[in-house]
């Protein structure tokens, strides 16, 4: 039954072969040091990359105010909107029941058509694209009428001077002042009593 079983000499013998080597450090005698390896030496780097230079110094960009242009598109602003008011002003001049009664009293005239010639009519001004510019001021409501403007004929051309007041409200308009200059100083009066009936037909 116990034939196959090792005997205890023969286990110890397989134990003691089998148990590794070790070496400690304290244990003596200590195994001699390991020579170094020869030094070697480098001209450059270990690892050579790419090299990238510093960047020089640059200078700062110029300051530019804000302000100058800010000014600028300001006056521009205000000049636009100052020009679109007058154009507007001097439409409504235009289209006043006073400048075509002044108008209609000119074509009508002998002495202005002889002086002037035919197709009387109001001088277009170049910045206005064809429409005159009328001078002055048209207050229906205030009772003020004072205007002025260019007129020319195939003769000749001159400025139209018109002026008409109303001294109290339901009165009818008494005209002042209508006249032509031309442009070789002849003076042309119109006759007053006919616009200020038109006037008058007018104001009520």
């Known amino acids: 039954m116990y034939r196959n079983r090792p005997t205890t000499a ?9 148990k590794p080597y070790r070496n400690f450090a304290n244990q003596l005698p200590r ?25 020089l110094p640059r200078d700062l960009p110029p300051y530019h105010r804000a302000w100058p242009g800010l000014l600028a598109v300001c006056v521009g602003g205000v000049g636009v909107w100052a020009a679109f008011l007058a154009y507007a002003a ?3 001049r ?3 029941s006073a400048m075509r009664r002044v108008l209609s009293g ?8 002889t002086i002037l010639g035919d197709a009387v009519r ?3 001004a170049w910045y206005l694209n064809g429409s005159p510019w009328v001078y002055g001021s048209v207050k229906m409501l205030q ?5 002025s403007f260019r007129i020319k004929g195939h003769k000749g051309a001159g400025t139209v001077y018109f002026t008409s007041i109303r001294k109290a409200r339901g009165e009818p308009f008494t005209t002042l002042r209508f006249k032509i200059i031309t442009d070789d100083g002849t003076i042309i009066l119109m006759p007053c009593e006919t616009v200020a009936a038109q ?3 007018h104001a009520s």
């Not at 195994?31 to 960047?55: G, I, N, V």
């Not at 000119?106 to 058509?113: A, D, I, N, P, Y």
Request: hydrophobic share 20%; no cysteine.
């Open 90 to 92: 001097n439409q409504e």
């Open 31 to 55: 195994p001699p040091p390991k020579p170094l390896p020869p030094p070697e030496t480098f001209s450059s780097t270990s690892r050579p990359r790419q090299y990238y230079s510093r960047p």
């Open 143 to 147: 009772g003020n009428i004072d205007i």
């Open 122 to 124: 109001p001088e277009p």
């Open 199 to 201: 006037d008058e037909t």
């Open 106 to 113: 000119l074509r009508e005239s002998e002495e202005v058509r």
């Open 10 to 18: 023969l286990i110890h013998t397989r134990l003691t072969t089998i």
């Open 94 to 96: 235009l289209s006043s």
